[in-house]
């Protein structure tokens, strides 16, 4: 089963001086059913543009998108809190948006909430957040409305390592537990050979898939120091052969 | 000076003020027909307060304040988020936004008579009309400023229109409504006295140019400290209003604290 096909997929924006700057440049990529898929590339190279497509908040200028799927959320490289509302009310903010407000969503939303260690803060405003937290609760936003899509946009760059990894493993358990796919884009190797089944690496404007590597590692996947260095090393034997630089 | 002593400075300044003006009249200074020392003010103003008069003629203002300040909102702000959202409805609109905006709106008095007569209309219209402006300025300068990125978000997920309005356009937008609404609450106030000058047979503006005519300088000073605690009793309200939904703010003068 296909969850996400996009075939010769062109994307222009026009220029301040009228031009037009060809950002994506027939991409073509394929997406399985439940599987964690992961996209490398340098900054700028148009991968926020690409889930943004994916989402439907933007259209290409040719190709074409086909998502399978009957719910998708995303969970945005800035956290995007409405700051008018407290932590509780931001989590719900995707389910209203989705028409998707029922008796059970507070207790839901208050017990993913605990999870992610904010039962303390769900009734404070973002502004008294630190990143890592805003980040958590841009998490459950998306995960409670319970997509069979996840995209998410560098959703751990602005973490220390440790909260990452808990924001990691966490990410991991609901993946297993609910088997929705995911697409998962990063800046940084070893977090994806961590997280993701397949790693597809973008060349820099105008952008094209450089190839896709599987990154075939028995999961749970080690989380010691050694392991974890083993894990970049695979994944950059893995994708050196599309670099000329690293990522 | 310690923290916090700087409000008695308040105090002082006011106190020195009634002092000055009190004794400015003793002396005989400036004739009485002119300025009525702040005692006989008072004096005056216990004997006005005791009567019907007072009252009928400040409930007559408020009500027309009122509705006056209504329509303006209503009106104001449904322009206001009309343009805001349609560019072609900002274009056809706005010439006669910043044409009537330029215009110093006292000068609609006399067409505003000529259409509803001289009464409780042209005084709540002319109200209206006046404080409508801000209004409708703020609220489309809200909408303006709406972070692009929340509705998205919203779009993201699924948001209807309808769902975007009320959850993003709607907070982002009343803060400036409110910021508009208190520079239109004394607009308004200036329309609908302003009218009460022109001609009526109640309210405080009439009330006042009657007594200046008659010379009664301690009765209209009276009437003067009315519309200001009038005026300071809403803009008062307005503030309390503005605290509750501002609620979720940090601190406003964290920024500038120290500088
Ligand atoms: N709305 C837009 N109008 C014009 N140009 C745009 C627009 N959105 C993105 N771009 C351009 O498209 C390119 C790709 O942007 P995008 O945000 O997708 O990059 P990215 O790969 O997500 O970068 P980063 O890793 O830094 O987040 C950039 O050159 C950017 O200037
Ligand atoms: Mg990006």
Redesign the pocket.
Known sequence: MTALRLTDVV?D???VGGER?R?LDSVSLTVASGEFYSMV????????????LVMGL?VPTSGSVEVEARRKAMVF?RPQLLPWRTVLGNALYGMECGGQLDGDAEPRALALLQRMGLSQHVHEHPHRLSEGMKQRVNLARALLTEPDLLLM??PFAALDPATRRRLQDDLLELWHERGFTVIF?S?SLAEVAYLADSIAV?SD?P?RVCGVAKVGLPRPRAATPQAELALLQHAEDLTRRYFATSV | MRPGAERWLSVVSVGTFVVVWELVCRAAWVSPVLLSPPSQVAVVGATLVAQPRLWSDLLYTATAFGAALAIAVVGGAALGVLIGYSRAAYFAVNPFIVVINALPKVVLMPLVVLWVGIGTTANVLLGAVMASFPILTATYAGIRSLERDYVRLARSFGATPRVIFRTIVVPGVVPYLISGLRVGLNYAMVGVLISEFFGSSLGLGYRMMLLMANFEVASFFVYLVVVAIFTLGASALLHILERRVQRWRPDPFAATRGM
């Open positions: 994307m924006f026009p220029q700057l950002v590339g340098p900054s700028g190279c148009g991968k926020t543009t690409l889930l943004d933007a490289q946009d560098e884009v800046h973008l404007k952008t």
